[in-house]
């Protein structure tokens, strides 16, 4: 099947640790993205990209970081430095850039 | 800055019925619209999408209007069924030019329920 997958479904982390949250997908699509979402809101986007070896920030990239080694893996590191890391986040990926998004099951990740 | 807005956040229909989702934006580089569905917990799920060159876009029971001079769009959703309750987004984008790299816009959804 193909398909997205995130993993963990939830994930807790002590306050000052850095997490990282794994995204893959079978769907040899070339761009992926990573989104953030906090109670009544929208998606922000976190960072994408378009190639392998190559990634752009977003709105929001203060505190995170990612790498596109593969093709089919985008992960995102949530650092220290993120002051409100605890959210759900969401991996995307699309054909081409401006192709529709379609997106992961979603990670909860909550700072204690 | 909120370049597109949800401005009701619930929507409350009985089953068999139409259901309107409103949205507007303020961009007028958007020229790729898309309607998402959630359930709480997942990842949102594509429903329908519709480019500026179209005023409308349908979907078996999913419609989505664009009325670019308004900066509006809509999704009707008929007949209603209680499996649509769920979160509806919109997203958009600006494609033209090649510059946006697929960069998506959302609203901040409405709450869609459906009553048997």
């Known amino acids: 099947d193909g398909g997205i997958t995130q993993s963990p479904k939830y994930l807790f982390r002590k306050e000052g640790q850095n997490v990282t949250l794994s995204c893959e997908q079978n769907?040899?699509?070339?761009?992926m993205y990573w989104y953030r979402q906090d109670p009544g809101q929208g998606l922000r986007l976190i960072y994408y990209?378009?190639?392998?070896?190559?990634?752009q920030k977003g709105d929001i990239a203060e505190g995170y970081s990612v790498s596109r080694e593969k093709k089919e893996s985008f992960p995102l590191t949530v650092t220290s430095a993120q002051k409100n890391p605890t959210a759900f986040y969401l991996c995307?990926?699309?054909?081409?850039?401006?192709?529709?998004?379609?997106f992961g099951p979603g990670t909860r990740l909550t700072v204690l | 800055d909120q370049q597109v807005k949800q401005n009701s956040p619930s929507l409350s229909v009985q089953e068999g019925r139409i259901s309107i989702l409103n949205c507007d934006y303020t961009?007028?580089?958007?020229?790729?619209f898309l309607w998402y569905k959630k359930y709480p917990a997942e990842g949102p799920t594509f429903l329908i999408s519709?480019?500026?060159?179209?005023d409308k876009n349908e979907d078996g029971r999913f419609t989505v209007f664009l009325n670019k001079s308004a900066k509006h769009l809509s999704l009707h959703i008929v007949p209603s069924q209680p499996g649509d309750s769920a979160v509806y987004f919109c997203?958009?984008?600006?494609?033209?030019?090649?510059?946006?790299?697929?960069?998506?816009?959302f609203g901040q959804g409405t709450i869609l329920t459906v009553h048997p």
């Open positions: 519709i480019s500026s060159i179209k």
């Open positions: 990209s378009q190639i392998v070896n190559d990634f």
């Open positions: 995307a990926s699309s054909m081409y850039s401006s192709d529709t998004q379609y």
């Open positions: 769907l040899n699509h070339d761009a």
């Open positions: 997203a958009a984008s600006a494609n033209a030019g090649g510059t946006s790299y697929g960069k998506l816009t």
């Open positions: 961009n007028s580089m958007f020229d790729y």
